[in-house]
């Protein structure tokens, strides 16, 4: 149970009654009535299309039933998956007893509802990063995971499985490159505008009040401008945009950067939230109606080494297709050898005596204070994994399954829930603070070496894209300092920053999130 003393919301809920009749299931129900495990998939319109596509490579996996809001989205899947059972309510779909596990790609503000209902109904759970729209979800959600501790419980951050970004962590670790110094996330990604605000319908083949679940039912606005695909209809809205509103998403802090940010706080080998925490951004560059920053650098102060992590949605030249920033510049052995790599999207681990570089789901590279490269670690996962890359990360969820623990599982839910924490405290730092000129904030900064070296860089990268930030100034975020034990937020704006972890959202009627089990 999370130390936070909150309502009990489940005991009158139609939850609880669906929940009771779905109890006496046995946990750790590995196999169907054939031998095979019977997975459904929620939330498969984009992400979960690749949970299915990862699930079907595995031996004696089946696909039984798929759940998505959007009845065409259902339909399609049923075409492509003759014999499974479509459903567009997860509560519906849980009541079926010949489901032994549910693999959630739905929406952020979704995850931690879903994932504890799907253990109260006594199956396995795969559940995607983040773990939850807010810290207080994420306890409930790590809360339900010990107390039905027979069901094997893996969370979506999939590098985790990676076998040379886990050896490179080994190495480090066990101190071959020095003590770390720092370990940087960095997210380089261009997000175009989507657009001003515009009243779209929803289309009728969305269920709006099941896709909002906890959150505020708020009507549709947003631009119908998507980053992946470019809608012409108002499913845009609804299907992607949600990203950039708070009463849904986080930003590309919840959306791409929890993955860097994971891996960066596993270098640093911390097993808790940090004790404090600063941000700074703003959304530049074009004015839309999306709420969350675009431009975004924080510090996670551990009180071994800083965790900095650097988010930025333009691209490195101000061209609206151009080339993204690059972090570092590393060389190679020999000229031409294609192993040195400077990622836009990644990890940077400062050791004392080599830097480590992370440029995607399943590799790294470690280079010598000169920017040589000394060693690379492998591109594959663990051979009893089978798949091949990030997708090994289902099939251990699948091989802990059927041996009936969670112990070795590469992607533990309390892990997840850390590192989504991390990305909870940059964002209430962010919202509770105040814009400032460049001036302000550089003096504001000037302690911290890391984190004053991080915004001269989102100075000249704003600057090349035509952004002043005297003249349009960024947000310096409330300093924010967090017990490590409780969670929950100390000193001078703790009130404020308590009141976003804990009552920003506990669900709304019919929705409320489960604190009891």
Request: charged share 20%; hydrophobic share 35%.
């Amino acid at each position: 149970m999370s130390q936070l003393n909150r309502r009990t919301f489940i005991k009158n809920s139609f939850m609880a009654a669906a929940v009771a009749g779905l109890s006496a299931q046995t946990y750790a129900q590995s196999a169907g009535a054939n031998g095979d495990l019977r997975v459904a998939v929620v939330g498969f319109r984009s992400r979960g299309q690749n949970h299915i596509d990862e699930l079907k490579k595995i031996k004696g996996v089946r696909i039984v039933a798929l759940c998505d809001v959007d009845s065409k989205v259902v339909a399609k899947g049923l075409k492509a998956n003759p014999g499974a059972k479509g459903y567009t309510d997860i509560r519906k779909m849980l009541e079926d007893k010949d489901i032994d596990a549910v693999s959630i790609a739905s929406p952020n503000h979704q995850h931690s509802i879903q994932g504890i209902w799907s253990l109260q109904a006594g199956k396995h759970l795969y559940i995607e990063k983040p773990l939850s729209h807010n810290i207080f979800e994420g306890q409930q959600l790590v809360a339900a995971s010990n107390h039905f501790s027979k069901l094997v419980v893996q969370a979506g951050t999939q590098s985790r499985s990676g076998v040379g970004i886990r050896a490179a962590i080994k190495d480090v670790h066990a101190g071959k490159y020095g003590k770390v110094k720092v370990s940087r996330a960095i997210c380089y990604k261009r997000r175009k505008s989507i657009g001003p605000a515009k009243k779209n319908a929803i289309p009728s083949e969305i269920d709006y009040d099941l896709w909002n679940g906890p959150a505020d039912i708020q009507e549709s606005i947003r631009g119908n401008q998507t980053n992946k695909v470019q809608e012409t209809s108002s499913t845009g809205a609804v299907h992607y945009d949600w990203h950039w509103f708070w009463n849904y998403g986080g930003g590309d802090l919840c959306n791409q950067a929890i993955h860097e940010i994971d891996i960066a706080r596993w270098f640093l080998g911390t097993h808790e939230v940090s004790p404090e925490v600063v941000s700074v951004g703003g959304r530049f560059g074009y004015v839309d109606c999306a709420e969350t920053p675009n431009t975004f650098i924080s510090i996670h102060n551990y009180a071994a080494a800083p965790l900095i992590t650097e988010v930025y949605g333009l691209t490195s030249d101000g061209k609206i297709d151009g080339p993204m920033n690059k972090f570092g510049k590393f060389k190679e052995n020999n000229p031409g050898e294609k192993t040195a790599k400077t990622p836009d999207i990644g990890i940077i681990v400062e050791c004392e005596n080599a830097t480590i570089v992370v440029p995607d789901y399943n590799s790294a590279q470690a280079y010598d204070l000169s920017g040589k490269l000394i060693k690379s670690y492998g591109k594959t996962v663990d051979a009893v994994d089978l798949t091949g890359g990030a997708s090994g990360h289902h099939a251990n969820w699948v091989s802990h399954i059927r041996k009936g623990t969670n112990e070795g599982i590469y992607a533990p839910v309390r892990e997840c829930h850390l590192s989504t924490a991390l990305v909870h405290s940059a964002n209430i730092s962010f919202r509770l603070g105040a814009k400032k000129s460049a001036g302000e904030i550089k003096e504001a900064l000037k302690a911290s070496s890391g984190l004053s070296e991080a915004f001269g860089r989102m100075a000249e990268h704003l600057g090349r894209n035509g952004v002043n930030l005297d003249e349009s100034k960024a947000v310096l975020g409330a300093p924010l300092t967090q017990d490590t034990k409780t969670e929950l937020f100390t000193g001078a704006n703790a009130e404020a920053a308590n009141r976003d972890l804990v009552a920003k959202r506990t669900g709304r009627k019919g929705f409320e999130i489960p604190t009891t089990f």
